[in-house]
């Protein structure tokens, strides 16, 4: 099964442009092995609150990073903006697409 991160912190609004640019940034770099998709959250009712929900194949792509004492690039982001953010880990039991073209 998928596995779900949430790496969330907070940003001050003066650096949030540059913390959402940033984020762009990581994508021009090239995709990390395993990485399904990556979704750059804002908080609508907390505004400095934002979250990097990334969606990996397996829990292997993770541990074998965790294993090789890797950082990923979402939480290197928000260190690099001083923020030690909190990360969430979630394994996908069960979902569904409604929307189809």
Do not use: C, H
């Not at 442009?17 to 804002?42: M, N, P």
């Not at 505004?47 to 950082?71: A, R």
């Not at 001083?82 to 697409?97: A, H, Q």
């Amino acid at each position: 099964m998928e596995i779900i991160t949430m790496i969330k912190g907070k940003i001050d609004e003066t650096v949030s442009q540059d913390f959402e640019d940033a984020y762009a940034a990581i994508k021009e770099e090239g995709i990390t092995d395993g990485l399904v998709a990556s979704y750059l959250l804002k908080d609508l009712v907390v505004p400095d609150l934002y979250k990097i929900e990334s969606v990996w194949v397996n829990e292997d792509i993770l541990k074998n990073m965790m294993d090789n004492d890797e950082t990923s690039a979402e939480v290197k982001l928000f260190e690099k903006f001083g923020v030690d953010p909190t990360v969430e880990i979630y394994e996908v039991r069960d979902s569904f697409s409604q929307f189809e073209e």
